[in-house]
């Protein structure tokens, strides 16, 4: 019998889960609110690095006169309604092809809000209310159900987003002249980005922290490399600074810190994190059990504690990353599906933090290693003595690479460098497949070429006398 799929947000979790399920021979219906892409492309992940791409025209201009070419950086040379027209257009093209592909494959899209309808926990097949944009509503029934629904920038009380002066980061593509001194609330990975992306557009930046450094989820070395960068900048970093209130002030903010001081601009960021879109949403009445962050529970296959109810994405609590939302609903299907399946493994996801320059990390963390928790060796290589690097003048970076002490397994890495996120692939793949830093030395990188650093790092981790 065909199984009857509805899938609540069209997001990656959503629309990667329907492509899969689609294959499948599956009868799939995709319910969105906002636009199918979700947030990722409409608002989050593809606008922001449309953005910084735009803004990395600068950081290529630092090093112009030092390479011998006469450039000039004008701060009035970026225009900001043109920039984020781009920038709304590339990300309504990318829903719009999203959406082809999924028509193409025979999916349903409904475009509305929709929510469980399950009467009792434990049922086996499920029913799934949907409003119309219209007003309507249509009561669906499914074998199978994924929630996908996403989360939503955390308000601050006292703070609340204006969309004038004081602003979220989706507001920020509604701007057409930029801030003259913006000041940006969180320094996790969204605002580090837009910190390091303002900078370079020639704003005056400053940064409220309520920890004693930037990102303090990622690499210490990293994020030392990145707040040197955005210092000699101009950025002014305040830390331990807790923002409890910010307010409209004549013609700009005031932001009020917990311990008394203030900063002022002409507009703030709010950049503290998001909460999992879960409210509203029948869960209760379906056994679908939340975390006390209000995140949705569930396991390496994406199942929920409901039977036939599976969740992906941002509105469960493993990666907030594009990658692992995709990857959670594929596997949701698979499992559904009765496909074989493996479960997620968090250990091989990589991500970037597309600053200027970017970071990218994969595996165990150097903080893991240091505390004692894995054991391994360490290898960190300066991309100061890379001869593409050199050509290009750049400065700061390196390669990270961490192996298992016996055997020269490959556990991890992180990378500082302008394509970071690119040249995280290698490591990634070594992760992924428990490949040793013997395979990688052993392989051929590009001369000259970043990346033959990462494999002098393995080289110079194959000297030790127990891996011979
Ligand atoms: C500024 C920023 C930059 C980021 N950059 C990156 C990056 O570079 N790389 C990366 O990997 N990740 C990045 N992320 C994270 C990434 O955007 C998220 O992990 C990803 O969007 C999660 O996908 P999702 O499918 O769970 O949900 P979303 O993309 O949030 O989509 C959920 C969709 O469900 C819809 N929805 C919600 N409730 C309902 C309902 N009841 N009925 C119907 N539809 C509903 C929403 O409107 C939305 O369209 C970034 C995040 C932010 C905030
Ligand atoms: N490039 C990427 O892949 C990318 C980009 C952006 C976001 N993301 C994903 O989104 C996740 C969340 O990142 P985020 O930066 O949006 O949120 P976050 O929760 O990681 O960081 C928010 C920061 O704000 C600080 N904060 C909270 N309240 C504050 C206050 N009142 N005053 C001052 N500071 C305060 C917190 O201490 C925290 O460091 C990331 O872990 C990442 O997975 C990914």
Redesign the pocket.
């Known amino acids: 019998m065909t199984q009857r799929i509805i899938i609540i947000g069209g997001g990656p979790a959503g629309y990667e889960a329907a492509l899969v399920a689609a294959q499948y021979g599956a009868d799939v219906t995709v319910v969105d609110s906002d636009g199918i892409g979700g947030n990722c492309v409409l608002s989050?992940?593809v606008p922001?690095?449309t953005f910084i791409a735009t803004t990395g025209v600068r950081t290529d201009m630092r090093r112009a006169e030092e390479m011998g070419v006469q450039a000039h950086f004008d701060p009035t040379a970026y225009k900001l309604g043109q920039v984020n027209g781009r920038v709304k257009s590339l990300a309504r093209a990318q829903s719009a092809d999203i959406r082809a592909q999924l028509q193409r494959e025979g999916v349903r899209l409904l475009s509305g809000r929709a929510r469980l309808h399950d009467s009792q926990p434990g049922m086996a097949s499920h029913r799934v209310a949907v409003t119309f944009d219209s007003g309507q509503e249509k009561i669906l029934d499914a074998d199978v159900v994924l929630m996908a629904t996403g989360s939503s920038?955390?308000v601050?009380r006292g703070?609340e987003p204006d969309g004038e002066r004081i602003l979220n980061?989706r507001q920020l593509y509604d701007l057409t002249e930029l801030p003259t001194h913006l000041v940006v609330?969180?320094?996790?990975?969204?605002?580090?980005?837009f910190v390091s992306a303002f900078t370079e557009m020639g704003v005056k930046v400053t940064m409220?922290?309520?920890?004693d450094r930037v990102?303090?989820?990622e690499d210490a070395d990293a994020a030392l490399v990145l707040e040197e960068a955005l210092s000699e900048r101009g950025v002014s970093l305040v830390k331990h600074?807790?923002?409890?209130a910010v307010e409209h002030f004549e013609d700009g903010i005031i932001v009020r810190?917990?311990d008394g001081r203030t900063v002022k601009g002409s507009h703030a960021l709010i950049?503290?994190?998001?909460v999992p879109n879960t409210q509203g949403l029948g869960l209760e009445n379906a056994g679908v059990e939340l975390q006390p962050s209000g995140h949705i529970k569930v396991d390496r296959v994406s199942r929920t504690t409901a039977p036939g109810i599976y969740a992906g994405g941002?509105c469960t609590d493993l990666?907030?990353?594009?990658s692992?939302a995709a990857m959670q609903g594929r596997i949701a299907m698979y499992h559904a599906l009765g496909e074989g399946v493996n479960p997620i493994k968090l250990r091989t996801v990589a991500?970037?933090?597309?600053t200027r320059p970017e970071i990218a990390t994969v595996g165990i963390s150097h903080a893991q290693i240091e505390s004692g928790e894995v054991p391994a060796r360490v290898e960190v290589m300066p991309l100061a003595g890379n001869p593409r690097a050199k050509m290009r003048s750049l400065r700061r970076g390196f390669v990270k690479l961490f192996c298992r002490p016996a055997s020269g397994v490959v556990i991890g890495g992180v990378v500082v460098a302008p394509t970071a996120?690119e040249l995280i692939l290698p490591i990634s793949v070594a992760v992924r497949n428990q490949l040793t830093v013997g395979d990688l030395a052993g392989s051929f990188s590009v001369y000259p070429s970043m990346t033959g650093t990462i494999t002098e790092s393995a080289r110079q981790l194959m000297r030790h006398d127990d891996l011979d």
């Open positions: 989050d992940c922001s690095k920038p955390r601050l703070a980061w609330i969180g320094s996790g990975v969204t605002g580090a980005e409220v922290s309520s920890r990102l303090p989820h600074a807790r923002a409890d810190l917990g950049c503290v994190g998001s941002d990666f907030p990353l594009a692992v991500s970037a933090v597309f996120s």
